[in-house]
């Protein structure tokens, strides 16, 4: 059973990184910043992935 939960929880976040990198190279952000915000979510998933939610570049702006 863990196995399968840590698989399923594990396939969620790569959706989300992979969301997350779309989204940041679609925004109107400079290129350093785009670079830097990969970077970060590439390094650091969890972690990357929250501080990119809380104060990551938007698309519409």
Same mark, same amino acid.
């Given at each position: 059973? $863990?196995?399968?939960?840590?698989?399923?929880?594990?396939?969620? @976040? @790569?959706?989300? &990184? &992979? =969301?997350?990198?779309?989204?940041?190279?679609?925004?109107?952000?400079?290129?350093?910043?785009?670079?830097? =915000?990969?970077?970060?979510? @590439?390094? @650091?998933?969890?972690? $990357?992935?929250?501080? =990119?939610?809380?104060? $990551?570049?938007?698309?519409?702006?």
């Amino acid at each position: 059973m $863990g196995i399968e939960v840590s698989g399923l929880l594990s396939l969620i @976040l @790569l959706i989300a &990184i &992979i =969301w997350a990198i779309v989204s940041t190279i679609q925004s109107r952000a400079d290129t350093g910043a785009k670079v830097l =915000w990969i970077v970060l979510l @590439l390094l @650091l998933p969890v972690l $990357g992935f929250i501080l =990119w939610l809380l104060l $990551g570049p938007k698309a519409g702006r």
